[in-house]
């Protein structure tokens, strides 16, 4: 089955910098890769997904990147505020499959 | 339009004692999943449905069941409840199509003691 592995486990920063967390998976017919961000004590949630037609997607300070040869995809944040420390968990997802989670980025923001 | 909903936000269980999960969605949702999250861990995949009387086992079943009477409803059953199903469960739901989000309810943390 889909197997989804996620680095960095933590991640600190300095406010203003950029944060990167890159997830790979194993099987090549996944299609849907999102990304939640969960607070502490609150649920996940979907802060930009990309879907396999695509190599790259961006919103405002958060960008995704997709490359399907390698099967990894990333999360780019930049300008980092420390409203972002939380932690970060990818997933990939393919038709009539269930959703499989990485473990977790446990990204820091310093001011 | 509430989407996921979860209750209770918090339960305590003695050992031994059986207790259920309640979750609901108002989004017509054909897909729905329970996830238990332990302290620092990612999600586990408990039991999920592809519709109204029809659930599957996740990765990690034992202790639990859920049935799928309703296309809103999605219970959850802690048959006799261990100290190691203290955790955080969310429930979650989606469309069932190809490349669906999916969303996640407020969650209940369960200690048991």
């Known amino acids: 089955g889909e197997n989804v592995e996620q680095h960095p486990s933590t991640l600190s920063v300095q406010e203003g910098d950029s944060a990167v967390i890159k997830c790979t998976y194993s099987?090549?017919?996944?299609?849907?890769f999102p990304w939640y961000k969960q607070e502490l004590g609150k649920r996940p949630q979907l802060i930009i997904d990309?879907?396999?037609?695509?190599g790259e997607k961006k919103d405002q300070r958060i960008a995704v990147t997709l490359n399907k040869t390698a099967k990894h995809f990333s999360l780019h944040i930049t300008e980092t505020q420390p409203e972002d420390s939380a932690v970060y968990f990818c997933?990939?997802?393919?038709?009539?499959?269930?959703?499989?989670f990485g473990p977790g980025t446990r990204l820091s923001v310093l001011p | 339009n509430a989407g996921v909903t979860q209750t209770p936000k918090f339960q305590v269980l003695k050992t031994g004692q059986s207790m259920t999960l309640q979750c609901a969605q108002d989004?017509?949702?054909?897909?729905m999943s329970w996830y238990r999250q332990d302290p620092g861990m990612g999600l586990r995949l408990i039991h999920y449905?592809?519709?109204?009387?029809?659930?599957d086992q996740g990765e990690v079943p034992n202790g639990y069941n859920v049935s799928r009477s309703t296309t809103e409803d999605f219970p959850l059953r802690l048959l006799s409840a261990a100290p190691s199903q203290t955790s955080v469960y969310f429930c979650?739901?989606?469309?069932?199509?190809?490349?669906?989000?999916?969303?996640f309810g407020p969650g209940t943390r369960l200690l048991v003691l």
């Open positions: 449905s592809v519709g109204a009387g029809i659930t």
């Open positions: 990309i879907r396999s037609n695509v």
């Open positions: 989004m017509n949702h054909e897909y």
């Open positions: 979650a739901s989606s469309y069932l199509g190809n490349q669906e989000t999916q969303y």
């Open positions: 099987d090549s017919a996944s299609n849907y």
């Open positions: 997933a990939s997802h393919n038709y009539g499959q269930n959703f499989v």
